[in-house]
């Protein structure tokens, strides 16, 4: 069974960084793009940033630039998302998604699998 597994949200304070995971299990992520999204209450599911499958492509959505960091390791089945200078606009609850196309795209639709989801709450 394809799977999809985020990990490492949290509270932290604004200024602070969390790293987040994404593990897939019943799959390698190897062939797959990796979208990483959010929704914040009362709002629509926004895109954050993806990554191609070779990791030569990247894409960040601009309130996340030079922020955010997206990041693959094949050899371990896991995506990547390092953010640095959290700020209280980024609470909200982030999702991985997968599709198995080489390009990735910042389009909800465009993807095929999703995780459950972790919280991520900045605040002080």
């Known amino acids: 069974q394809l799977q999809l597994v985020e990990s490492g949200g949290g509270l932290v304070q604004p200024g602070g960084s969390l790293r987040l995971s994404c593990a897939a299990s019943g799959f390698t992520l190897d062939t797959y793009s990796i979208g990483w999204f959010r929704q914040a209450p009362g709002k629509e599911r926004e895109g954050v940033s993806c990554?191609?499958?070779?990791?030569?492509?990247?894409f960040y959505t601009s309130s996340v630039k030079g922020r955010f960091t997206i990041s693959r390791d094949n050899a371990k089945n896991t995506v990547y998302l390092q953010m640095n200078s959290l700020k209280p606009e980024d609470t909200a609850v982030y999702y991985c998604?997968?599709?198995?196309?080489?390009?990735?795209?910042?389009?909800?639709?465009?993807?095929?699998?999703w995780g459950q989801g972790t919280q991520v709450t900045v605040s002080s």
């Open positions: 998604a997968a599709v198995r196309r080489t390009i990735c795209a910042l389009r909800h639709n465009a993807y095929d699998y």
């Open positions: 990554i191609s499958t070779s990791a030569g492509f990247t």
